[in-house]
């Protein structure tokens, strides 16, 4: 059994790594035709909604797809067909009207969502968000339909479907610019770019569908027939799943549109959040897949035990475990920023002024990143302890504390001028979100102290205080050597090279430092990713 989790724990690493590298490759294409231009800003406008719902409902691990996994599961084969076909049919007439609402308010929509955008940009949005209204009917059918698969043993296929989305936006984009190429006052033209990319994405989600009904009628999962059975004990079931989980997913995502609220008034903005983003999820996710995922099960098993003392040493561990990793990642996105940004983007449009945007959004980003993988385990952990309340209410309070501080970080602006003379700008808002995951976790490792009086958390903060202090020296090591200029200007192999060895001496730095203050999960966890990629290759 062990063995058969291991291959299944390894298919889904391949496959992520997978999306990963796709989603990688599709920002790289991105930022060279678009850098952070009109075309792109307005993109991220008009993606808000569409991609809202097709993370948090159609995506692996949202409420939907956990809900359908979990009924499916323990409802019997012959029964799977209807449920499943039951649940299309409320998601299907529940999300054609989202949709039909969203197409024909897409300008109230954009102008909610962006109030500083300037006509063009505005305009762009628009007709983006217009196309891209059905994928949030699709999200629907696509969390279903992987759901499915997932409880029916099948999940190499969901776990590369970003990747699908990737390579049609790549290909898309790519035609589009290299048909048009001879014709300069097109190129010129963001709106007929900007078209394509929402098209791209839109046809993205049709394909992600599509892949899924071979699977499906293999599955004896796929039924053609509206069902509008409310009776039904396994149906009931899922809609008591996803309607609290979809609110307490959500609460997530408004930060989110709160950033871009007051992101519209600086020119770039969204663009540059959203490259200087993808760059921190993508060794995020895997790193906090690798550590929070294989812990659940413990700390789920430990609590309904009553083995309190147990419990918490695994809280610490993943603790450190977040917090060891995030800071060494934190330091060199905050050392090696510039680098990072010129490598990953730095060609075709995205110019000087797009790396010195993205960089320096980098160095924030990396600031916050141990707050966001220790908040993120720790709303697990109070799951686990069937607290659902006491997240959904620190989320609140977050919420409220990120507006006033997105409106702060950007001069306090106002319909007549900026309240103060300080103005950190799209950095700004970075810092805002930085200092709601700090409030948010101090927040949640009080109110676990409550619920677990033995956590030692002065003890806790003061290993933590150790990890900085390896993080920062490493980093300055990792910021030194980069910073020796022994090769050619503009030789890209060499560049990547140089990063990848001032990264490597910096974690022996961080990793020596950590042993040395007594730190051992450190070492524990360089075995963990030693043991993830062997199973990868396997």
């Not at 300055?476 to 001496?505: G, H, K």
Request: proline letters at 4%.
């Amino acid at each position: 059994m062990k063995r058969s989790l291991k291959k299944i724990s390894a298919l889904i690493s391949f496959g992520t790594f997978l999306s990963k590298a796709g989603g990688m490759a599709r920002q790289i294409v991105i930022a060279g035709f678009f850098g952070v231009g009109t075309a792109y800003d307005a993109y991220n406008y008009a993606y808000i909604l569409p991609g809202f719902f097709l993370i948090l409902i159609g995506g692996i691990n949202g409420p939907l797809h956990n809900a359908i996994v979990s009924v499916l599961s323990k409802a019997q084969k012959k029964d799977g067909a209807y449920i499943v076909s039951s649940i299309n049919t409320y998601i299907l007439i529940t999300l054609l009207f989202i949709s039909l609402i969203l197409y024909l308010n897409a300008d109230l929509i954009i102008t909610i969502f962006g109030p500083g955008l300037t006509n063009k940009t505005h305009d762009i949005a628009v007709m983006q968000l217009q196309i891209m209204s059905p994928v949030i009917l699709l999200s629907g059918l696509i969390g279903i339909g992987f759901g499915s698969l997932n409880a029916r043993d099948e999940f190499f296929l969901p776990s590369i479907s970003p990747l699908i989305s990737s390579l049609v936006i790549i290909t898309g984009v790519s035609f589009f610019w290299l048909y048009q190429k001879p014709n300069i006052s097109v190129i010129n033209l963001p709106i007929e770019s900007g078209i394509v990319l929402a098209k791209a994405t839109l046809i993205g989600a049709i394909l992600q569908l599509i892949i899924q009904i071979p699977f499906l009628k293999k599955k004896g999962l796929l039924k053609f027939k509206f069902n509008f059975d409310t009776e039904h004990s396994a149906i009931k079931e899922v809609w008591k799943i996803i309607i609290p989980a979809t609110l307490s997913s959500g609460m997530l995502q408004i930060n989110v549109f709160t950033d871009l609220f007051f992101a519209s008034n600086i020119l770039g903005a969204a663009a540059g959040l959203s490259y200087a983003n993808f760059i921190v999820q993508a060794p995020l996710g895997i790193i906090s897949n690798s550590i929070i995922i294989p812990l659940l099960p413990t700390f789920s098993k430990l609590f309904h035990n009553d083995n309190n003392k147990d419990l918490i040493r695994r809280v610490r561990q993943g603790i450190i475990f977040s917090a060891s990793s995030m800071i060494f990642l934190g330091s060199i996105f905050i050392a090696l920023n510039q680098s990072v940004t010129e490598i990953c983007f730095g060609r075709g449009v995205f110019d000087t002024t797009a790396i010195k945007l993205v960089s320096g959004l980098l160095i924030c980003y990396g600031i916050g990143m141990p707050a966001y993988l220790i908040r993120d385990l720790l709303v697990r952990v109070f799951y686990t302890l069937g607290d659902a309340k006491t997240p959904f209410k620190i989320s609140t309070i977050g919420i409220i504390l990120n507006i006033f501080l997105d409106w702060l970080f950007i001069g306090c602006p106002t319909p007549w001028t900026n309240q103060i003379g300080i103005n950190f700008g799209a950095n700004g808002i970075i810092l805002a979100t930085v200092g709601v995951n700090i409030f948010t976790c101090i927040l949640l490792l009080l109110k676990l102290k409550i619920r677990l009086v033995e956590i030692p958390l002065k003890k806790w903060g003061f290993e933590i205080g150790k990890l900085l202090t390896c993080g920062i020296i490493s980093g300055y090591i990792a910021w030194r050597i980069n910073s020796i200029t022994l090769i050619p200007v503009n030789n890209f192999l060499l560049e990547v090279m140089q990063l990848i060895f001032s990264i490597t001496i910096s974690f022996c730095t961080y990793c020596l430092l950590s042993n040395i203050l007594g730190i051992k999960e450190v070492q524990e966890l360089t075995k963990i990713f030693k043991l993830k990629a062997v199973n990868c290759l396997k």
